[in-house]
Every structure is written in C-alpha cells, then in structure tokens.
C-alpha cells in the first residue's frame, strides 16, 4: 500500500508520499482519494465521464492540485519553493522517461496514464513553471503578459483531458485554450481581493492605468466608477474568449460534451455573479451558489446525454 501521510524523516512534501514500491492500480486509487479529499465538485463532473477514463481524470486532477499546493507545503517543510518545483519537475520526468522510476503516487499513476493516451511531458512541464512564475512575478504589465501566463497555468490542463480521449490537433488546442484562459481570468476577477493579500496583482498594470484606477484602491476598497468599468471591460472580454471556446463542445466525443459545457457554464456563471454586484468584487467575492452549480449540471446532462435544451 501507498503511504497515505507524511512518512518519518521525509525531507519534503515530495517525499513524503514516497513509500514501497507500488502497483499503477494503488497509486491509481490513491490519486483518487487525493482529488476527493480536495475538491467536493470533482466527484460531481466526473460522474459524467466513462468509468474507464476516471482514474485518468483522477490522475491529471491530482496532479495539477498537488503541483499548486507545493506553495504552503514548502513554508510547513522548511523548503524553498524554486527548490520544491524543480525537484517535482524531476520526479514527473521519470513517468514519461522510459525506465524512469517514478516514486511518488502520482506520478506513478501518471505514468501508466501516459502509456495509455497520447500525453506529453510538456503540458506538465509548463504548470510547474506556472507555478515558478508566482514566485517571480506578482505584477503583469499588459493583458498581452497575462496571457502568456494562462498558456503555463491553464490551458496545459485543458490539453492534458484532451488527450485522454486522444485529441491533439490544433483545432481543438485552440478552442481549448480559448475555454481555459477564460475561466483562469474569471477566477482571476473573483479573486482579486483575495490575490492582493498574497501579494498579487493579476488585472493588467496597463488597463489600471487606462481607467484611472490606482492599486491602493483594492486594500482600501475603494470602488468607483473608475473601477467598474475596468472589471466591465475585464468581463466582457473574458466572456469574449469563452464563446470563442464553445465550438469544442461539438468537436468532441459525447461523454467529453457534458463535463466541456459545465467547465464553460460555471466560468460564465461567475462573469454573471459579478455582474450582479455591478462588478463591485471589492465588497465581497462573488460566487455561484450551490443549487445554481445544480442546475448548470443538470442543464448539461439533458443538453448533451438527452437532447433537451
């Protein structure tokens, strides 16, 4: 069996998952608990999927979670962050080296998944150097330098499910990652007070500027009508990039449709839930309540698996 906890002496987070030499299927399973432990909605969009891909989803999930926790996990360990980054980036090169030995759970998982489907060691390459990149930079100057980082922090993802159901072609890259930067900026938006406490700025130096709005104002939640139509701005071109995605919904195998369509729809709805508090995110962090999530998967799953809507 896996190690489920920290083991004694284990010198870091990485490690500390190492234990005895384990079979895909147990690494499998213990990637699944990892990804339930994490995230409550997970098991709600895997539902819709065919029982033999879960696992999979299951892997990449745990994956790109484990990956972004590094950060805290670093600080509790004593570790420099840079120093834990490149160490994982060493471990997750082993599951796609022939004959590399990956040790921790995860990537043991993710090497059986990589001989199963057409993943490349790229896409995970470039989330670890999102990660990187939070601890370089807290500022970015123009929305053209935000995009480049959603290419490293979101779109790798949504090429990694691509490929679990064999699509690798440009066409579907591009909509995919239209989708995905999408909802990393959505998440951005909704989170804006919540990144200035972590010491970042994701809104474009260059459009602050543009409208007047000055950075103190996020601490001191000062909104005005300089900042609403800087979120405006924000979220209608946010929402310009989800349409620009939807065309993937009917490009792919049904199973994928419903799972695309709430990735889109629950993006969407954050967009409208700061619309609803006319784009003041400096009062409170909008959310999308859970019967509303509800509803948006049982909106998809008759659009998609029924044909209603």
């Not at 994490?38 to 065919?50: A, G, I, K, Q």
């Not at 993802?157 to 990393?184: H, K």
Request: net charge neutral; with cysteine.
């Amino acid at each position: 069996m896996i190690a489920s906890a920290r083991t004694p002496g284990a010198a870091n987070p990485i490690e500390a998952a190492f234990g005895p030499a384990t079979t895909p299927h147990d690494a499998a399973r213990w990637c699944e608990r990892y990804a339930r432990r994490h995230n409550e909605n997970f098991t709600v969009v895997s539902r819709f999927l065919p029982a033999t891909l879960r696992p999979a989803m299951y892997t990449i999930y745990a994956f790109c979670r484990f990956t972004d926790d590094l950060g805290d996990e670093a600080g509790r360990a004593g570790t420099d962050r840079i120093d834990l980054l490149d160490a994982w980036e060493r471990e997750t090169n082993r599951a796609f080296a022939a004959g590399g030995s990956p040790r921790h759970p995860i990537t043991v998982a993710l090497a059986q998944v990589a001989r199963d489907a057409p993943l490349t060691p790229d896409a995970f390459r470039r989330l670890i150097e999102a990660n990187r990149i939070d601890q370089r930079q807290s500022r970015y100057q123009t929305f053209a330098d935000l995009l480049t980082y959603c290419d490293n922090s979101a779109n790798p993802v949504g090429e990694m499910v691509l490929a679990l159901f064999g699509y690798t072609d440009a066409q579907r890259l591009r909509f995919s990652n239209a989708t995905c930067t999408a909802l990393q900026l959505a998440n951005h938006w909704q989170d804006i007070a919540r990144d200035y406490q972590a010491g970042r700025i994701y809104l474009p130096l260059d459009d602050m500027a543009h409208f007047d709005v000055q950075e103190a104002q996020i601490p001191d939640k000062r909104f005005d009508v300089n900042f609403r139509a800087l979120m405006q701005f924000q979220v209608d071109r946010t929402e310009a990039l989800f349409r620009d995605g939807l065309p993937l919904i009917d490009m792919v195998d049904r199973p994928l449709r419903v799972d695309l369509q709430l990735f889109s729809d629950g993006g969407r709805a954050v967009l409208r839930a700061i619309e609803r508090q006319h784009y003041n995110i400096l009062r409170r962090r909008p959310t999308v309540s859970s019967p509303h999530k509800g509803y948006l998967a049982a909106r998809a799953l008759a659009r998609h698996r029924l044909g209603i809507g």
